[in-house]
């Protein structure tokens, strides 16, 4: 579903984030992409979007090589993908439920879906009550859900999830991650990268753990410290 | 995927509501911008009709021999009138010759006070079309036997060419207004689509095509420069009927019409303009921002 | 806290150089609305010079009593010379009054012919300072002896009603140019200020006094109008100083005259305004952010 | 140090953040404020920074009523706070050694003393190597110590950080708290809203905790979820 061969990212001309990197994530996979603060986790998320260019390597999704897809038809390869942003990446100018919406209008789905799908996503990340606050009203754990929210509305079969719990308690923590679960379940592939220890060891997912940019550890059960 | 021209101008109006000082800015930018453009217009265009109707004052005068016979004169007059050049002739016999003469000098009646009817001769008062034919219409007149001419043979040379430049520079300033124009509204667009340009970002990672994103922004700049130029050509029009008015009834001498302007063309030139700028300022601003 | 200007000023170079587009946009804008009042100021000054100029040309004409004595004639000249509206006095002699009807008429000797030396009187030629004193000057005349007089006294009261006018108006224009200059770029600063606005807030949040965030925006926005302004004063006292030079070659009949517009004043002005709006527009922007 | 004295706060008409609010923080007390997301936790920074006026209640800081300090002042005020902001509110125009030297300009500190401390501070929390990138170019976790940062490096008499460590791993994080505690036992009042439920347990430091805007727990000695 998403490959990285022999992926290099260099920003600037001497700010290594990612260092030859090779990894297969297959069709409805779970995996927990862990590594300290700066490791390169969002720069692997940015590359999948295509939002960057590798410096070097290939990377396919879904079978097609990002390097091959022209401008026209980038939005359509992100709308494969559902993101939850580290930053949250709201738009200020509209309200929770108009965020979430926004994601299926790109798609062009008629206004009565969109108009019954919207609450019901929205409660089930516990915000049934804040649909109408733009993002600048909400709460930082509130924002991230609202983000959360809009990369599970279109129900695209890979799900990012960059840091999705950072400003989430650990009960709601626990709720969204269960939520992740389940959506795996239905066989969407699913990639968090995450700090939350408690989590990764708790679900006893695929590990892959990034060091300076390199990949340092890839277990298929494995937990946020594991030794390499 | 349709376009969906509901969901595009519900987008728009939201996003002019919630970021109404960039809107409000945007309009007077391009209100301030049109009204200037459409006073240049009128101001182009009043002079311009004022300098034609000066133009029309000149007159090439030519005398008849002494006592010319009347079947001559009116002969003389009907070819006159057929030259393409002329645009109106009078006929002024030597009686009422004497009696412009002696208005003329009136307050010194020692002058005229000796003359004959006889001496000042008949002539032709001979008004151009236009005042650059002066010289065509002397050679005319003179192979037609007219010999004795009186026109101001340098007042019109001077008046045509300074028309020429007049008309030239007035045309040049309507342009660089027209230019300045474009370059202030693009300018204020471009710096609000920039204030923006984080949430383009954001739309184009969520899935949006570069069309979808740009629709928006493209139906604000035309609301926005609608609304602006609207509001300065209306302003700009009813400006010129109270001025038109005014100057006829205080300056009546200067021989201005309401008809020098075709109210209707500048009323839709100048919402033309700014709807354009409207639009295609926004489209090009909001362009730079898609590359993501 | 003392004011470091050395910190302000760096602050303000940085937010140049990094947001670029914007203060691009800003001088631009600066430089283009400047322009437009600084070619609407000249073409004022120039039109108000020719004005006066064709004012100058008017003239009163004074007969003398036929056969009136040397002496009669220098007292009268003194005297009318010592008039303050007047501007300059010609004495015209019996002969030069002759050869003048002379060249007048010039195709027509018919009229001249049997005319004595002394039919026509000798007069002075008399003209004024300002074309609204001809009826005091008139008055002043009549009072002083003469009998005689001959001037046009409608043209010189339409030429004096339409140079008011003319001048009133191209005041009006220029004030209202001042305005939409003002409107105009004050517009571009409060938006790039707005698209800044969250940075202004973040620094207020760090501790930062209303002052202190305030001073590098400002200094920003005098470097802007200075450089637009700098600019667009030194295009359009070049672009005078070129233009007054090719009408004066090419249309050397116009009284053009680079004395018409002091370049010095407009300089300083065109520049002062450019500052002054940067400065304020900047400061009355940010000032609306600071409330955090 | 920090007194709230029957302190509500609703947003707009009804949106009730914090619901009649009592709370004394005395000097050199850590304190750390928990709660489930959008319980208020933020709100109460915002209010102590005098951002937000109280809906009612008079809130106290270093025995100067809030609602008494005119607009001239406020700057004053906020430079004897050290704020860490869960949304970072970094400069975007200046990099990370810029944006921690700013908080000591608008003090008006001397160049020199300046040009000491910054990097002494960046390197403290592990960006040496990133002092002259600009927030767009540093990850999520690296802003977010730039945003630590700025608020240590005026050596504050309180120091407030609002959700510090959820992009941080549990390394860094446990670098950044043991940083905090430092900064508290030099006599710094420190006030931390957390979710780090592994970091307020291992702490044992004094836990107050909000639900929906009101104080429901405040142990000298708790844990992240101790019972009521
Ligand atoms: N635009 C950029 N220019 C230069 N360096 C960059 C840029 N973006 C990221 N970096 C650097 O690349 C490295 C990896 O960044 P990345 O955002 O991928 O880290 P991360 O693993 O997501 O970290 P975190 O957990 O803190 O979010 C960091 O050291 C960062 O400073
Ligand atoms: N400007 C606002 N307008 C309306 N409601 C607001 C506004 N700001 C915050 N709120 C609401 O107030 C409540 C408390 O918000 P606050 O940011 O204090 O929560 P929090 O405890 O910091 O949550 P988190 O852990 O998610 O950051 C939330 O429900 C939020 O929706
Ligand atoms: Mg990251
Ligand atoms: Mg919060």
Redesign the pocket.
Known sequence: MINFDNVSKVYGNDSIALDHVDLTIDPGEFVFLVGASGSGKSTMVRLILKELEPSSGTITVNGVRLSSIPHRAVPRHRRAIGCVFQDFKLLPNKTAAENVAYAMEVTGQKRRAIRVKVPQILDLVGLG??AD??P?????????RVSIARAFVGQPPILIADEPTG???PDTSVGIMQLLHRINRIGTTVLVATHDREMVDVMRKRVVALKDGRVVRDMVRGGYANEV | MRFNLGFFLREAAKNMRLNALMSITAVTTTAVCVLILGVGLLFSAHVESLIRQVGKDVAITAFFPENAPREQVDEARAKVEGYPEVAEVTYISEAEALNRFKETFSEQPNIYEGMDPGVLPASLEIRLAEPGASDTVAERLRSDGFEGLNYPQQAINRLDQVTGYVVWGLRAATVLFLVASVLLISNAIRISIFARRKEIEVMKLVGASDSFVRTPFVLEGLVQGLVGATLAALLVVWGNAIFVEWVQNQIPFIPISSAAVNTLFVLVLLIAVGVLIGVLGSFLSVRRFLRV
């Open positions: 009550e804040q606050k733009y600048g009203q909400l709460s930082g754990g509130e924002q991230q400003n989430l308690d």
